[in-house]
């Protein structure tokens, strides 16, 4: 177990694994990246809020996607466009960390980062964070990948940021535009916004208090960013 530091302050550990299984237990006992939509309301696939507090008390096994075609498609990929992302963009050196990291002023927060960056001219940490998707056609790009990332994708690099204590993050995705059977990659810069890491940590921190507190929290939620 390491303890990493930023300006001389310590911002989170990293807690090893070696199997699947001692993953999915680590998971299970924080709240990550993927999960904090779900508490904000914003998931767009799930809003199941009953069903994660089930998941973190162990009243409920995590459903194993990994075989979910989508799923399946996006870890394949991953390595693939990370090297993508080395060669294009040399301002960075690139890392990865197979390692939990778990905030340390707020403990039950963690994340699990597909990639490391190092701003090579100013020495800054940031967040890599690799993403597939679908658009079936120009308004659903338009929608949902154009200009920005979609909002489930924003709280989760911002949760990653709270964690790290880091200052900045790249979404990089591969884009398949089924109408034209083409793919495009975009690049989003995304830089850490205080107030809504502030809205997350509030919500995560009334989340919780249900899981330590073994109490059901209501099913609705939903809280504005």
Known sequence: MEFKEIGGIMQYREIEYHSKEEWHSIRRKHIGGSDCSIIMGHNPYNEDIQELWRIKTGREKQKDISDVPAVKNGILQEP????IFDAQYPEFKVDTLEKTLVSLKYPFMSANLDG??????SKEKGIL????????????FERDWKNEVPLHYHLQVQHYLAVTGWKFAVL????????????????FNIERDEDDIKEIIKKEIWFNSFVINDIEP???TKLMI
């Open 218 to 220: 209501p099913s609705k």
């Open 129 to 140: 964070e690799i993403k597939t998707a679908r658009c079936m056609n120009w308004k659903q």
């Open 116 to 121: 490391v960056l190092e701003d090579k001219t």
């Open 172 to 187: 990089f995705a591969n884009i398949k535009l089924e109408w034209t059977d083409e793919s495009i990659l975009k690049r």
């Open 80 to 83: 693939h466009l990370r090297g």
